[in-house]
């Protein structure tokens, strides 16, 4: 075993290497001052990453607009009593003044008023696809981003490890570790970027597909209230 004198002289020399490394200090990266080491390929993971949060809070708000249920009730409530009453001018005229998917539904099919029930539905059932197309505009863009995400980050990744051979035959037998870290940063924050970017665009996008099933679940309700109130006896 050692004297406890030179037990005490080892622990002297480790606290020494401590503190020589903290007064030279090994500066840890920051988020960004890392993001921007992966070049160009980071740039592209923004812009894309913005787009597709611009696009899911655009489509997330429509969406809120398009079903209100209070408001929905009530435009029901209010068609029920212009059809009982006969005053089908009166039902569209309220149609066109709401500004919803049901209502142009509606609207629909009280422009084929006359016709057998099964013209009628169809006519409904052509501008519910018409409307499930209008609140699903853009969405696939989102996909899209969540797919492309870490495949762009897989391609900074090669570039970045090809900026690093190129770096170290440049070297020649000058070869160092700063030599290679420029194109070994490039080459795992990009995708640590691009993966970042298709688990937050692909978290959207299912939230965005739950909310358009949800608001076509609920039009496809009152569309059928709606056949239901043409069955019944005037």
């Not at 009628?120 to 981003?145: F, Y």
């Not at 391609?155 to 051979?165: I, P």
């Amino acid at each position: 075993m050692k004297p406890f004198l030179m037990i005490q002289a080892d622990m002297a020399d480790v606290q020494t290497v401590v503190d020589t490394a903290a007064t030279t200090g090994v500066q840890r990266e920051t988020f960004w001052s890392l993001a921007t080491q992966g070049g160009w390929i980071m740039l592209v993971l923004v812009v894309l990453l913005a787009l597709a949060i611009y696009i899911s809070i655009e489509r997330y708000l429509a969406l809120r607009q398009a079903v209100k249920t209070d408001d929905d009730n009530n435009f029901m409530n209010n068609i029920r009593e212009y059809i009982h009453k006969g005053d089908v001018e009166g039902a569209r005229t309220l149609s066109k003044q709401t500004n919803s998917p049901l209502a142009r539904m509606v609207d629909k099919g009280l422009s084929r008023l006359g016709r057998p029930l099964s013209d009628i539905q169809a006519a409904i059932e052509n501008e519910g696809k018409l409307e499930v197309a209008r609140l699903e505009k853009r969405v696939s863009l989102v996909a899209t981003v969540a797919s492309l995400g870490p495949m762009i980050g897989f391609l900074g990744t090669v570039t970045g490890m090809v900026t690093a051979f190129q770096n170290m035959a440049h070297a020649g037998n000058n070869i160092n570790i700063e030599v290679l870290a420029t194109g070994i940063y490039e080459a795992m924050v990009t995708t640590i970027g691009g993966l970042i970017v298709g688990i937050i665009c692909y978290f959207l996008y299912n939230i965005l597909v739950t909310r358009i099933n949800k608001v076509v679940l609920d039009i496809e309700v009152r569309a059928t209230e709606f056949m239901d109130l043409l069955h019944e006896p005037a």
